[in-house]
């Protein structure tokens, strides 16, 4: 009977492994795919730039059914309770730096290994409207998603006020109802299952820092000083900052499509890490 046991769990061992196989290849190439469609795309990201990132599909798609690719980095171990960063990118498909730059930080976390902090990477929220044929800020369904989350009174306010504020723009068409879109919904998902201490947002191309939410506001990462946006109805920052009191601190790049030097990159990237070591504290689970 042992001896039949044994056996049997051999088979079955043995019979799994082919099956695990297929699925890393079929994951292999789902991002390869991903890469080369969304490559050509962006400034100074090359196809193995974005091989070499490790990306994973988060099982989450856009509209048309691009996959949301995520990575997350864990800490060093002797950090026992280490403050969580959502880092997003590209939530604004014609803001192509928005997403070249999570990029090259991802390289640049890659080179280093384990973290300080433990990071949930998304570089390209929204690969919908970055894939069109003309970029837009919009996804597939012409919806703003830095305007389609639940903030209070959303119902009340965020199509008043893309009537009247914006003259009825379609770049900031809110939506019918917030998380409407997969895109937001996504985030808004990994935002109660992954409970980040602090999120990272990357737009263009204001050339500005903003922070919505209970943090001390940072006075420069690199080139880039703090001047306050706003708050909007259905904004990324008014629903997680001001309302969910997770910090929300905006990255706006200078330019939608012309990428900062290397320099300016790293120490963006290095002043952020100081920025989030000394004013992100680990909230309560």
Known sequence: MLLLSTSLFCVLYLGATPVL??????QSKIVGDWCKQITPRLPKISLNDCRNSKLIPSGAK????????TRDFQVDPRQKKAIRVLLIGGIHGDEKTATAVVFKWLASMHKTGQQEF???VAPLINPDG??????TR???????????????DWDQEALQYWEQKTKSDPRRYPGKKP????????????IKSFKPDVIISVHAPFGVLDLDGPAQPPTRFGRLHFNRVGVYPGSLGNYSGMHQEIPVLTIELPHALNMPNQNEIIRIWQDMQGWIRNNVARRKS
Do not use: C
């Not at 196989?21 to 079929?26: I, N």
């Not at 856009?62 to 690719?69: A, E, F, N, T, V």
């Open 21 to 26: 196989a297929q699925t890393a290849s079929a």
């Open 62 to 69: 856009s509209y048309k059914g691009q996959p949301l690719m």
């Open 118 to 120: 433990q990071w949930k």
């Open 130 to 135: 970055l894939l069109a044929s003309k970029a």
């Open 138 to 152: 919009v996804n597939a369904r012409g919806v703003d998603l830095n305007r389609n989350f639940p903030t209070p």
């Open 179 to 190: 998380i409407s879109e997969p895109e937001s919904l996504w985030v808004f998902n990994t």
